[in-house]
């Protein structure tokens, strides 16, 4: 089956200001994030104060780290070379693993400006994770970027699903690889909200980061196969994103082997 995404990369123009499909789904995904995550913490009795200075340093720590991910692992010849580029976010590029640490070092600067256990609050905020990243991929596929590659000629018939990128002046059906990203996290986020209503009490602290760490860059790991993006030489088999993917994909696998069933309630 074969689907033709022709979606303009803006909702409307008025003069120089446009509002763009990317940015709508970006701020949708971290509001329904917050107000979620909002939810989390009035069921856990935290305060709610803390959770309105913590998104100020997680909106940064985002936004920056995301950038730089973007600089430093896909394209730094043409960054250092123009690096008046780098603050130009409206021109695309934004990295999900440098997002991942740019949340975690805001995050730690954040309990360590106030004195607060890194445990207290990081599984609550990484419950609402999925979210954000879940518009994010949908924001991707209508912005026709992270495309996934070519599954057969123009005309050519095709078993499964396939998308036309109208927007990128092709004829041919590709892996929409942004959806099957945005499925997974989809997927994540209702076990992680099962998980909680049904066993939270049982878990130990950091259950849920590392829950949906472990899943999710597992997931996003085989999920790159189907990208069209390339960072190194076509004999390397692997993506930059696959390669990031690894430290945290051991890092969940290190917490579930070695700490999970010890700190489990029964």
Same mark, same amino acid.
């Given at each position: 089956?074969?689907?033709i995404n022709?979606i303009s990369?803006?909702?409307?123009?008025?003069?120089?200001?446009?509002?763009?499909?990317y =940015?709508?789904?970006?701020?949708? =995904?971290?509001?329904l994030a917050y107000?979620?995550?909002?939810? &989390?913490f009035?069921?856990?009795?935290?305060?709610?104060?803390?959770?309105?200075s913590?998104?100020?340093?997680l909106f940064?720590g %985002?936004?920056i780290?995301?950038?730089?991910?973007?600089?430093?692992?896909?394209?730094?010849?043409? /960054?250092?070379?123009?690096?008046?580029?780098? #603050?130009?976010?409206?021109?695309?590029? %934004?990295?999900?693993?440098?997002?991942t640490?740019?949340?975690f070092?805001?995050?730690v600067?954040?309990t360590?400006?106030?004195?607060?256990?890194?445990?207290?609050?990081?599984d609550?905020?990484?419950?609402?994770?999925p979210?954000?990243a879940?518009?994010?991929r949908?924001?991707n596929?209508f912005?026709?970027?992270i &495309?996934?590659y070519?599954?057969?000629?123009?005309?050519?018939k095709v078993?499964?699903?396939?998308?036309? /990128?109208?927007?990128?002046?092709?004829? /041919?059906p590709r892996?929409?690889?942004q959806?099957?990203?945005?499925?997974?996290?989809?997927i #994540?986020?209702a076990?992680m909200?099962?998980?909680?209503?049904?066993?939270r009490?049982?878990?130990?602290k950091?259950f849920f980061?590392?829950?949906?760490?472990?899943?999710?860059?597992?997931?996003?790991?085989?999920?790159?196969f189907?990208?069209?993006?390339?960072?190194?030489?076509?004999?390397?088999?692997?993506?930059?994103?696959?390669?990031?993917?690894?430290?945290?994909? %051991?890092?969940?696998?290190?917490?579930?082997?070695? /700490?999970?069933?010890?700190?489990?309630?029964?």
């Amino acid at each position: 089956m074969i689907f033709i995404n022709d979606i303009s990369l803006e909702i409307f123009r008025v003069g120089e200001i446009s509002l763009r499909w990317y =940015g709508l789904f970006f701020a949708l =995904g971290i509001a329904l994030a917050y107000t979620f995550i909002g939810w &989390v913490f009035k069921k856990e009795k935290f305060k709610a104060e803390d959770l309105d200075s913590i998104a100020i340093y997680l909106f940064f720590g %985002l936004l920056i780290g995301a950038r730089l991910g973007e600089v430093l692992f896909y394209d730094p010849k043409f /960054f250092f070379e123009h690096p008046s580029e780098i #603050i130009k976010t409206w021109h695309g590029g %934004l990295s999900s693993h440098g997002a991942t640490i740019g949340l975690f070092l805001a995050y730690v600067l954040w309990t360590k400006i106030h004195k607060v256990p890194f445990t207290k609050y990081a599984d609550a905020l990484a419950m609402g994770i999925p979210i954000t990243a879940f518009f994010v991929r949908v924001g991707n596929f209508f912005n026709s970027e992270i &495309v996934g590659y070519k599954i057969a000629d123009a005309g050519e018939k095709v078993s499964g699903v396939g998308v036309i /990128f109208k927007q990128l002046g092709e004829d /041919f059906p590709r892996h929409p690889a942004q959806l099957y990203e945005a499925f997974l996290l989809l997927i #994540i986020f209702a076990f992680m909200v099962l998980i909680y209503k049904k066993s939270r009490k049982k878990n130990p602290k950091l259950f849920f980061l590392f829950f949906f760490v472990g899943l999710y860059f597992s997931g996003r790991f085989f999920i790159e196969f189907y990208k069209d993006l390339h960072v190194f030489p076509d004999s390397f088999p692997f993506s930059m994103g696959q390669v990031l993917s690894i430290v945290p994909i %051991l890092l969940a696998g290190i917490y579930f082997i070695f /700490f999970w069933k010890k700190g489990r309630r029964k």
